[in-house]
């Protein structure tokens, strides 16, 4: 697999790895893929919500801990608001690209610093913990990237329709037949919804 030079730097001297003591906002994300996990720390000034530190612990692979590095980098010294729109687009692009079959793991990286935004968000009540409905599937098919285009499946206009009754998760999914990606989506579809109590059952139609 080839990785780049940006990459690759970044996985041998990782920036920003360690722990936080007392953090304002932490997460602990695994990969439903591979199993490995990653934690983000955050220290958030609370008058400008600017993040004034941020750390990671990664067991994940190369391309994890080289978008765990740079995003961290990233969202270092930006608002809580600005960090969260980091995209696996942007952090893939600041790495000068990432191997299409290693994008689970730099999803992990960007989707853990998202959560751990959250996190901070709901422990300073600046946002309510989500109950879950529709727009929770919604946001989780936003973290399933189609391969060939490294774009989520929603912005790709890839989602016909989701909805979400009596437990059963219900997508219908725009891909033709001969599409090579098709069952890679539908499987990370399912990696994303199987792990939320709510959901008894999901049925994706193509
Ligand atoms: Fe697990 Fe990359 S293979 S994070």
């Known amino acids: 697999m080839q990785y780049s030079q940006k990459v690759l730097d970044h996985f041998m001297k990782p920036h920003n790895v360690g722990k936080i003591e007392n ?14 996990q990653v934690s ?3 220290k958030v000034n609370p008058d400008t919500q600017v993040i004034e530190d941020i750390k990671f612990q990664s067991y994940g692979c190369a391309s994890n801990i080289a978008t765990a590095s740079i995003i961290t980098d990233m969202a270092k010294g930006k608002t809580i608001d600005e960090a969260r729109q980091i995209s696996w687009k942007a ?12 994008m689970h793991c730099s ?22 913990a989500e109950e879950f409905s529709k727009d929770t599937i919604i946001e989780e098919l936003k973290k399933v990237i189609y391969p060939q285009v ?9 989602v016909k329709y989701a909805g ?16 090579k ?9 399912r990696e994303h919804l199987e792990h939320y109590p709510e959901i008894k059952d999901i049925k994706i139609t193509m």
């Open 91 to 102: 952090a893939a692009d600041a790495l000068d690209g990432l191997p299409p079959v290693k």
């Open 23 to 36: 953090p304002d906002g932490l997460a602990t994300e695994g990969s439903p893929a591979c199993g490995d």
């Open 40 to 42: 983000i720390f955050l």
């Open 164 to 179: 979400f009754e009596d437990g059963v998760a219900i997508i219908d999914l725009e891909i033709p037949k001969f599409d």
């Open 107 to 128: 999803v992990l990286a960007v989707d853990t610093l998202r959560k751990a935004i959250r996190d901070y968000e709901v422990k300073h009540q600046l946002a309510n």
């Open 150 to 158: 490294g774009e989520d499946i929603v912005t790709l206009k890839m």
């Open 181 to 189: 990606y098709r069952d890679n989506v539908a499987e990370e579809i």
